[in-house]
């Protein structure tokens, strides 16, 4: 099984600042990595697929990068409404397929 | 717009079973791989199953093997989720999720239900 780690667990940003979420994976994923925003009471929403592919509807603030075991979502200009966690998922090796803990990303 | 609702949830005791439902809405869902990830009160997501779209395949995370059974009912455009002998960890909300491919799979998830929470307690 693939174990996904990201860090911090807990980040807190100033809007209009960027902010950077890490996610490293136990052995190599390629690019098959997912980026997950979940606010409290709501179901996860797809932001990237494939490492740096933004979903349908997500704005250009958010970008992803990475290949292999090393990923990172960057949030530029940051808004009230990003505060959410945010969590990275692998699809490479399967079953299982399998998420990280989470980063709660606070703003200041 | 793509819809997915689930149903079923509830408390039930250690030992019990329960099924839950996905009724599906907004889509071809006979084309589309579905599956279901749950997530402990307080914890991060856990991916449970998928089913391949005309049922040809299925696949569980080994902590549910031999106990839920994904299946699904094209013709009502209804994902299930069978869950027998259920445990104090089987706790979670429980969320539907489309994999976005119509042609193979993918493995991730674009479209998510609300969540249903099961609770097993004595």
Partial sequence: EIVMTQSPATLSVSPGERATLSCRASQSVSGYLAWYQQKPGQAPRLLIYDASTRATGIPARFSGSGSGTEFTLTISSLQSEDSAVYFCQQYNAWPPITFGQGTRLEIK | QVQLVESGGGVVQPGRSLRLSCETSGFTFSNYVMHWVRQAPGKGLEWVAVIWNDGSNIFYVDSVKGRFTISRDNS??????????????????????RDPSRIGVRLFFDYWGQGNLVTVSS
């Fill in chain 2, 76 to 97: 009502k455009n209804t994902l299930y989720l069978q869950m027998n002998s259920l445990r104090v960890e089987d706790t979670a909300v429980y969320y539907c999720a």
